[in-house]
């Protein structure tokens, strides 16, 4: 995609959403990290149901170790792989109270050492919690980056290399939530819904799926 596009295309998705948040319900970055975590293969919907109560008793990870790992499944038992990610969190809750001082670092590295944390999580984190100008790639960014031409690549890491070349300011910041939203909303996994789509002239794929009822 042109340097031109690109920032057309940004600014297009921008403009229906000014000021995009994640959906995942979160209260300090602890919280987020707990709840990126737990959000591995199952929907911030979900998520967001188990973690009401449970982000209302538990906000620290002093808290979440005097919860316990057995008082934590109980809250996330609706959730995909709830044993072992109530493993990691209690894991990962010790390692921030013995390592950190009990903060969540506003460090990739010391992130990525967090049991159940990689690469994509630290990103959500460092670019939701702390500001940082990182951009996760999840399922739905995958596609959209390949689909559409804005940043193709075999895998996930070289999306998001080629994002990180690619996107421009003033988008930086905000880039992560947009291609999500994008991709959950429009660009869809099975059938994109080009016909409402903001950024069809701008996108490679083809054919581009047609509206509803459209004669072929
Ligand atoms: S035109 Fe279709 S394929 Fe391209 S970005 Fe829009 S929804 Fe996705």
Redesign the pocket.
């Known amino acids: 995609m042109k340097k031109a596009d690109v920032f057309e295309f940004y600014r297009r998705l921008a403009e229906g959403d000014p000021a995009p948040e994640t959906e995942l319900k979160w209260t300090n970055p602890y919280t987020l990290v707990v709840a990126v975590a737990l959000s591995a293969q199952a929907t911030d919907v979900g998520v967001n149901k188990a973690t009401r109560r449970l982000f209302e008793e538990v906000d620290t990870p002093a808290k979440m170790l005097e919860l316990g790992e057995t008082g934590l499944k109980e809250h996330i038992k609706t959730i995909g792989l709830f044993n072992t990610k109530a493993k990691n969190v209690i894991a990962a809750a010790q390692i921030l109270v013995d390592r950190f001082g009990g903060e969540v670092p506003e460090d990739r590295a010391a992130l990525e050492s967090l049991p159940g944390v990689g690469r994509k999580t630290a990103n959500v984190v460092l670019n939701v919690a702390f500001g940082h100008e990182t951009i996760a790639v999840d399922t739905h960014i995958f596609r959209?980056s390949n689909?559409?031409g804005l940043a193709p690549g075999k895998d996930v890491r070289a999306v998001e290399d080629k994002l990180e070349k690619v996107t421009p300011q003033p988008f930086r910041a905000g880039a992560h939530h947009w291609l999500i939203l994008?991709g959950r909303y429009?660009?869809k996994a099975r059938k994109?819904?080009?016909w409402r789509?903001p950024?069809?002239d701008l996108?490679r794929?083809r054919p581009?799926?047609p509206p509803p009822g459209a004669v072929a």
């Open positions: 959209v689909r559409t994008h429009i660009c994109p819904e080009c789509c950024v069809a996108c794929f581009k799926t």
